[in-house]
T-cell receptor
């Protein structure tokens, strides 16, 4: 079974639109961490955010915001006023206390921002 | 800003040959990892390394793979006899701690087995 599901394979938006990338996770561990990484066309993985299972407070960082809801096992990522530079593949990942720091990645969502 | 560096950025090798992928983790980090991403697919965990030994490994990390920290700075992944299906992007990562810190990833080495 998939531990991290990103149901949206590809999304296209027009510049300045808001876009939300969905992430649903599955774990039996009570202590876990959730992450978002960005993979631009150049291929590297860029860390965006980490959230632990005890902190459900939503976070905003500039145009980025994250909505963590344990009740629905979701950790969604919203980009406000998207820009062409936001075009990338975005990965949600899970790390469980039981399995150490091994990351379980979702299949990624490819975001294209059209100018 | 400190970063994880990987060399080479692209490696082409013939099937059956041995390859060594190199990584220099962030200097004060204690945990090191290798991940693999087959083209267009998700990133998959291979192995984690701490205190000079493997701490966790996945099913993918079979006997053809090995890791080593030969000195105080490098962390290597060796594939003994490459197969076509080993073609992928290989990411090295490092973190300070085991649970409560994020992993910083290198830019990746694209391995092409022909």
């Amino acid at each position: 079974a998939q531990k991290v599901t990103q149901a949206q394979t590809e999304i296209s938006v027009v510049e300045k639109e808001d876009v939300t990338l969905d992430c649903v996770y599955e774990t039996r561990d009570t202590t876990y961490y959730l992450f978002w990484y960005k993979q631009p066309p150049s291929g590297e993985l860029v860390f965006l955010i980490r959230r632990n299972s005890f902190d459900e407070q939503n976070e905003i960082s500039g145009r980025y915001s994250w909505n963590f809801q344990k009740s629905t096992s979701s950790f969604n990522f919203t980009i406000t006023a998207s820009q062409v530079v936001d075009s990338a593949v975005y990965f949600c990942a899970l790390s469980e206390k039981a399995t150490g720091n091994q990351f379980y990645f979702g299949t990624g969502t490819s975001l294209t921002v059209i100018p | 800003e400190p970063e994880v560096t990987q060399t080479p950025s692209h490696q082409v090798t013939q099937m059956g040959q041995e390859v060594i992928l190199r990584c220099v983790p962030i200097s004060n980090h204690l945990y090191f990892y290798w991940y693999r991403q087959i083209l267009g697919q998700k990133v998959e965990f291979l192995v984690s390394f701490y205190n000079n030994e493997i701490s966790e490994k996945s099913e993918i990390f079979d006997d053809q793979f090995s890791v080593e920290r030969p000195d105080g700075s490098n962390f290597t992944l060796k594939i003994r006899s490459t197969k076509l299906e080993d073609s992928a992007m290989y990411f090295c990562a490092s973190s300070q701690g085991r649970l409560n810190t994020e992993a910083f990833f290198g830019q990746g080495t694209r391995l092409t087995v022909v």
